[in-house]
């Protein structure tokens, strides 16, 4: 039986399991597969650094290499299977989101296949010696995800990462999601798999897994990464009943505000819900609905968040900067929808035209140039520049300008002057006028962790 090795390059973002490489290893051990993990992120000390690498997926002598890869990593992946394409002569396939919606070939010479969509029966197939003559191979939808074994852990340095996590550990109950925003992918895979491919795991299943996960690893958290875990209200009722009997553990989720009633938001509290992540994206209606194809009205969203505010729910707002035909009355009316709902959490992002989705098509030729595919790897912010770097940077102290406070109106108008961006010169600035906020009980945002992300403080108590 051939060695297998699955890389995961997770380097962009907070070191985190893979979900997708932990279902396909699981399903390959189920055919007695040598299957081996490469775990690619700086903090687990396998930096994205192509020799080092290679030297190490090599010193495994795997026969097959399977490589995810979204398009924010496409540019490192495709030196990397250069690199491995060089030292061997072991079968290299590409899958994940960028094999999947990317229709421009360019890299793919590097790789022996490329799996479109779900990936488990081909590679199952490819185990078994079973190579077919085509290159790219459109994978089969697995319709009854219960039949899926538990996502594979043990080949993840698993419990290190719960604890850089804080606790946390995070599933993964649902595929699919039932909107067509036109920034995201998931109407392609509606075209690739039809209107079924919104597939959920039965409540039963669910909980098993975490039972399971926790006769191994030790967790405090739980978060369910489903693009939006209340869509079926029957489920999440019986979920949410048997979570906080068999479970108790405080509980993270997704969800969208148009799958969020009061019956189910007493629910989720009741279950031991700390957190309710969702994507505003835009303040301005038109925006919304008209160029990210999302008609949802400020007033079901400032209803929507009121209503968790009085669950006793901490409320987390995804918002973009640089949306097309975005201008300063966007902006401003971004400030003031987050003034008037106020979440615990802010999380801004970058507009970037990923491939095969509405606005990405429609937008590669944007700002600093053509966007091609040599760049779409790229970081957004070196392709769209500082205009949109300084509304990512400053969105948190315009809202505190917006609530008033006249000093961050001060600090916005300093440092929207700046030549060039000084990372580090603005964290300290915010780290300083927070302070002297919180001295003052001031409700403020303050930098997180990151700079994208924005978290609520009362006085010297943060809201987070």
């Known amino acids: 039986m051939k060695k297998i090795v699955l890389i995961w390059p997770n380097y962009n973002m907070h070191v985190s399991y893979g979900h997708g490489i932990g279902i396909l290893s699981a399903v390959l051990k189920q055919f007695y597969a040598d299957v ?41 992946v495709k030196d990397l299977a250069s690199g491995l394409r060089k030292k061997s002569d072991a079968k290299i396939i590409l899958g994940g989101p960028h094999a999947t919606f990317c229709k421009d070939d360019s890299g793919f010479d590097f790789f022996d296949h490329i799996i479109v969509g779900e990936g488990e029966k081909v590679m199952a197939d490819f185990l078994m010696g079973k190579f077919p003559s085509q290159k790219k191979i459109t994978g089969l939808m697995i319709n009854d995800l219960d039949v899926l074994p538990f996502a594979d852990r043990e080949s993840f340095r698993t419990q290190e990462i719960i604890d850089r996590r804080g606790g946390l550990i995070d599933f993964i109950a649902q595929r699919g999601c039932p909107h067509n925003c036109n920034y995201c992918s998931n109407f392609a895979l509606r075209d690739l798999y039809g209107n079924d491919f919104l597939r959920q795991r039965s409540a039963e299943n669910v909980l098993r897994e975490i039972e399971e996960v926790k006769t191994k690893y030790y967790f405090n ?22 979570y ?71 409320s987390y707002a995804y918002m973009m900067q640089g949306v097309p035909t975005s201008s300063e009355d966007t902006y401003g009316k971004n400030v003031l929808l987050m003034k008037d709902i106020l979440p615990n959490i802010i999380r801004s992002t970058i507009f970037f035209p990923l491939p095969n989705t509405v606005l990405g098509d429609s937008q590669r030729h944007r700002l600093n140039g053509e966007i091609t595919a040599s760049t779409l790897g790229d970081s957004p912010t070196s392709i769209f520049g500082d205009k949109i770097l300084l509304e990512f940077y400053l969105f948190g102290w315009n809202i505190n300008h917006s609530l008033g406070m006249k000093e961050y109106g001060d600090l916005v108008s300093k440092y929207s002057d700046l030549k060039k961006i000084n990372i580090n010169e603005i964290k300290n600035a915010d780290r300083e006028i927070s302070a002297r906020m919180s001295s003052f009980g001031k409700i403020h945002y303050a930098f997180g962790n990151e700079c994208s992300m924005l978290k609520l403080v009362d006085g010297t108590k943060s809201l987070f």
């Open 221 to 242: 958290k739980v978060f369910f990464h489903d693009d939006i875990f209340t869509l079926r209200k029957n489920w999440v009722m019986d979920f949410c009943e048997r």
């Open 244 to 314: 906080k009997k068999e479970v108790g553990l405080p509980l993270l989720i997704n969800s969208h505000v148009s799958c969020l009633p009061d019956d189910i938001l007493a629910v989720l509290a009741e279950s031991g819900c700390i957190e309710i992540k969702m994507g505003i994206e835009s303040g301005d209606e038109d925006v919304r609905k008209k160029v990210l194809n999302r008609s949802v009205s400020n007033e079901i969203i400032q209803s929507r968040f009121r209503a968790i505010r009085m669950a006793g729910i901490r």
């Open 36 to 76: 081996s993990v490469c775990h690619i992120h700086s903090d687990l000390g396998n930096p994205p650094v192509v020799e080092k690498c290679v030297k190490d997926i090599l010193a495994f002598n795997p026969g097959i290499v399977g490589i995810t890869s979204s398009t924010f990593e496409w540019s490192f």
